[in-house]
């Protein structure tokens, strides 16, 4: 039995996969979740977490929220917890 590819995705691929619905790491994102699993440490959430908490981010993930393509993998304020 095959087991599931795994895949690490960079915090900066993330970041983007969540802002730019139509991105290039968006489409990395959701097909290593389609065909895989993806593996992620403390570290890459915890600096995720920061990075989307930045005021400029705040902004853009809240009028995003309220638009009918927004990934419901990411709604609310780009927290991990």
């Known amino acids: ?33 389609h065909i895989g699993e993806i593996l992620s440490s403390v570290a890459v959430a915890e600096e995720l977490n920061d990075v989307l908490g930045r005021e400029k981010f705040v902004v853009t ?7 009918d393509s927004w990934s419901p993998s990411f709604k609310g304020r780009g927290s991990l917890k």
């Open 1 to 33: 039995m095959k087991s599931k590819d795994r895949f690490v995705l960079d915090t900066n691929v993330l970041v983007r996969a969540v802002l730019i619905g139509d991105s290039k790491s968006a489409q990395a994102f959701h097909r290593a979740r």
């Open 61 to 67: 993930l809240l009028v995003k929220s309220e638009s």
